[in-house]
């Protein structure tokens, strides 16, 4: 019975997760992309991973000098110390015999006698893992494609029965014909393939992707990953959950801390499902997701906000004029916000700060509430992506394995009336929808709330009148003297004592 074979990091945690597991030990690969793909920062991270769990590296440069590679290793906050770097040609010593010819021009420079001085390099110090950069240097000294794959090849067998994982790294220079030949050949020969892909878009930053092209004999998540390349090197954000189902539902309600509220949605909201807040801007979506938050505070369990419209200073304000004591449990960490900018800002990058911020903190404490603030806002912070439902439903799903109660805030177009649209429908995705209106009585403007839809358990199916105090939100008796209340346009008959006393003015 042949033995399991090795599998080894590639530096980033969530690639390892894609290619389940990482690379195969003592194998080639091929990583490739255009110049700013993020190759470099790749193979410098892998180098480091081996470094620190005592694993020799190597770094073959034949496109970059060592105090380029030093100046991305500052950049990122490395030390490239325990690494050795193999340059193709000594600059000093070009420099001293005033060589004038060109560092990669093959009449002056043989391709064997370039391969020798690097297989005496890993013969010399035994490295556990190489990084070969770049073969577009590779293809000019060869000179013909035949001589290409026959030296690849042959670089392909020295390494693999040295010991070495090694990572070939290859800038795809040259569009023709060709080229493009070459690039197919030299897939085949590795046992696995990386590609680095960059897109700017007419707005925000420009993307970058990752795709696993190809990893021989075993299973990877296929499709494009995002990639966000800052200081402390590459960040991988796969597009879909990779998890399996961790959490059994022990059909726990979670109360709201409002008990009238709690009435209305049939004594709370059960445990994994997800809840779709939709209304006019405005009409008090956001605090009631706040009061399910503050009320999960108050039991010593997390709640996280995600912000694409709020401010920081905002959300303080509103909370702050409810009545809920926001400050104390933000500075505990029991309610975190995070800000998203418009353009900034990915699916798949989004989806891992969710998967981040659930985990359990310092103390142990679990996220019980999850509120996406707003979908709109969500939709509109990401203009060039598709398919963000679908990839919404992923991270819903995510929430609800894991027994998480999540909110999502959509603001509908218009505020009165049959006048009003809603920008999408997600209905269909929620567990639970909670309706807010505006409606008009006796001269004034009035807030209305109803449960339209629950996938579990029972629920009210009124009217209520809804009120927003310094003491937090008021929930009032059924309108059952009003009809039309959740077009916007009701007809009163009856008398009107449903209705919330406001300052005795109203009656």
């Given at each position: 019975?042949?033995?399991?074979?090795?599998?080894?990091?590639?530096?980033?945690?969530?690639?390892?997760?894609?290619?389940?597991?990482?690379?195969?030990?003592?194998?080639?690969?091929?990583?490739?992309?255009?110049?700013?793909?993020?190759?470099?920062?790749?193979?410098?991270?892998?180098?480091?991973?081996?470094?620190?769990?005592?694993?020799?590296?190597?770094?073959?440069?034949?496109?970059?000098?060592?105090?380029?590679?030093?100046?991305?290793?500052?950049?990122?906050?490395?030390?490239?110390?325990?690494?050795?770097?193999?340059?193709?040609?000594?600059?000093?010593?070009?420099?001293?015999?005033?060589?004038?010819?060109?560092?990669?021009?093959?009449?002056?420079?043989?391709?064997?006698?370039?391969?020798?001085?690097?297989?005496?390099?890993?013969?010399?110090?035994?490295?556990?893992?190489?990084v070969f950069d770049s073969l577009?240097?590779?293809?000019?000294?060869?000179?013909?494609?035949?001589?290409?794959?026959?030296?690849?090849?042959?670089?392909?067998?020295?390494?693999?029965?040295?010991?070495?994982?090694?990572?070939?790294?290859?800038?795809?220079?040259?569009?023709?014909?060709?080229?493009?030949?070459?690039?197919?050949?030299?897939?085949?020969?590795?046992?696995?393939?990386?590609?680095?892909?960059?897109?700017?878009?007419?707005?925000?930053?420009?993307?970058?992707?990752?795709?696993?092209?190809?990893?021989r004999g075993r299973d990877f998540?296929?499709?494009?990953?995002?990639?966000?390349?800052?200081?402390?090197?590459?960040?991988?954000?796969?597009?879909?959950?990779?998890?399996?189902?961790?959490?059994?539902?022990?059909?726990?309600?979670?109360?709201?801390?409002?008990?009238?509220?709690?009435?209305?949605?049939?004594?709370?909201?059960?445990?994994?499902?997800?809840?779709?807040?939709?209304?006019?801007?405005?009409?008090?979506?956001?605090?009631?997701?706040?009061?399910?938050?503050?009320?999960?505070?108050?039991?010593?369990?997390?709640?996280?906000?995600?912000?694409?419209?709020?401010?920081?200073?905002?959300?303080?304000?509103?909370?702050?004029?409810?009545?809920?004591?926001?400050?104390?449990?933000?500075?505990?960490?029991?309610?975190?916000?995070?800000?998203?900018?418009?353009?900034?800002?990915?699916?798949?990058?989004?989806?891992?700060?969710?998967?981040?911020?659930?985990?359990?903190?310092?103390?142990?404490?679990?996220?019980?509430?999850?509120?996406?603030?707003?979908?709109?806002?969500?939709?509109?912070?990401?203009?060039?992506?598709?398919?963000?439902?679908?990839?919404?439903?992923?991270?819903?799903?995510?929430?609800?394995?894991?027994?998480?109660?999540?909110?999502?805030?959509?603001?509908?177009?218009?505020?009165?009336?049959?006048?009003?649209?809603?920008?999408?429908?997600?209905s269909y995705m929620a567990d639970?929808?909670?309706?807010?209106?505006?409606?008009?009585?006796?001269?004034?403007?009035?807030?209305?709330?109803?449960?339209?839809?629950?996938?579990?358990?029972?629920?009210?199916?009124?009217?209520?009148?809804?009120?927003?105090?310094?003491?937090?939100?008021?929930?009032?008796?059924?309108?059952?003297?009003?009809?039309?209340?959740?077009?916007?346009?009701?007809?009163?008959?009856?008398?009107?004592?449903?209705?919330?006393?406001?300052?005795?003015?109203?009656?």
């Amino acid at each position: 019975m042949s033995q399991p074979e090795q599998q080894i990091s590639t530096g980033i945690d969530t690639l390892d997760d894609i290619m389940h597991g990482g690379l195969t030990a003592d194998r080639l690969y091929l990583i490739e992309g255009y110049p700013g793909t993020g190759k470099t920062t790749l193979a410098i991270q892998f180098l480091l991973d081996g470094a620190a769990k005592g694993e020799r590296g190597l770094y073959v440069s034949l496109s970059e000098t060592r105090d380029e590679l030093e100046g991305v290793a500052v950049s990122h906050g490395w030390s490239l110390e325990g690494i050795d770097i193999h340059e193709l040609v000594d600059q000093e010593k070009l420099t001293q015999e005033q060589s004038q010819y060109t560092m990669f021009e093959p009449s002056e420079i043989e391709l064997g006698v370039t391969i020798d001085g690097v297989l005496e390099k890993v013969q010399a110090i035994q490295p556990k893992r190489v990084v070969f950069d770049s073969l577009s240097e590779m293809r000019l000294l060869a000179q013909s494609p035949l001589r290409y794959r026959r030296q690849i090849l042959a670089l392909k067998q020295f390494f693999v029965g040295r010991g070495c994982t090694t990572l070939m790294l290859d800038d795809k220079s040259g569009g023709d014909m060709a080229a493009d030949l070459n690039d197919q050949q030299l897939q085949s020969i590795a046992h696995g393939v990386i590609r680095l892909e960059q897109l700017l878009n007419h707005y925000g930053a420009e993307r970058r992707y990752l795709r696993v092209i190809k990893h021989r004999g075993r299973d990877f998540v296929g499709g494009t990953h995002d990639v966000l390349l800052k200081r402390g090197g590459m960040q991988v954000y796969p597009r879909k959950t990779i998890e399996s189902p961790q959490w059994l539902s022990t059909g726990n309600l979670i109360s709201s801390g409002n008990p009238e509220l709690d009435s209305l949605i049939g004594g709370g909201l059960m445990e994994g499902t997800s809840t779709l807040l939709l209304g006019p801007a405005g009409v008090g979506k956001s605090s009631t997701a706040t009061q399910f938050a503050i009320a999960a505070a108050e039991r010593g369990e997390r709640a996280v906000f995600f912000e694409f419209e709020e401010s920081q200073h905002a959300f303080l304000q509103r909370s702050r004029g409810l009545g809920f004591e926001i400050d104390q449990y933000i500075e505990s960490g029991l309610i975190e916000l995070h800000q998203f900018s418009a353009g900034e800002t990915t699916p798949a990058g989004f989806a891992s700060q969710v998967r981040q911020a659930i985990k359990p903190d310092a103390q142990g404490r679990k996220a019980t509430i999850v509120t996406i603030d707003s979908l709109n806002g969500f939709l509109n912070s990401m203009p060039h992506e598709q398919f963000l439902l679908i990839q919404l439903n992923d991270i819903l799903q995510m929430l609800g394995r894991h027994g998480i109660v999540s909110f999502l805030i959509t603001a509908q177009h218009g505020m009165l009336g049959t006048a009003m649209k809603t920008p999408l429908d997600a209905s269909y995705m929620a567990d639970n929808v909670l309706l807010f209106r505006y409606f008009e009585s006796n001269g004034a403007i009035r807030q209305a709330i109803s449960m339209v839809k629950k996938r579990t358990g029972r629920h009210e199916r009124t009217i209520r009148e809804f009120l927003l105090t310094d003491r937090g939100l008021s929930i009032g008796s059924p309108l059952a003297d009003f009809h039309g209340v959740l077009s916007g346009t009701p007809s009163y008959q009856g008398n009107r004592e449903d209705l919330i006393k406001r300052g005795g003015k109203d009656a």
